[in-house]
């Protein structure tokens, strides 16, 4: 995956106003596709969960400096 893809996802959730704790609240509750099918849209979820069922696309995305300021704002954000 290139970085311009990784780049596309974070700002597909930023342009859609991806709320931190909502989204946070959907992974604990594992209702994540559920979250992304009513946040992005349809293009867009399914880009997500394409890359997400993808594991060397998964740690590619998941290794950006973008990924890791994310998951600490999920990680950390209680």
Excluded at 4 to 24: G, P, Q, R, T, Y
Excluded at 37 to 63: C, G, H, M, P, V
Aim: zero cysteines.
């Amino acid at each position: 995956m290139k970085k311009a893809n990784d780049d596309s996802v974070f700002k597909m959730a930023k342009n859609n106003n991806i709320n931190i704790n909502e989204l946070k609240q959907a992974a604990e509750n594992g209702k994540v596709d559920d979250f992304i099918d009513k946040k992005l849209s349809k293009e867009a979820s399914q880009k997500i969960k394409n890359i997400l069922s993808d594991k060397s696309a998964t740690e590619k995305l998941l290794s950006t400096p973008q990924a890791k300021e994310l998951m600490n704002k999920l990680l950390n954000n209680k």
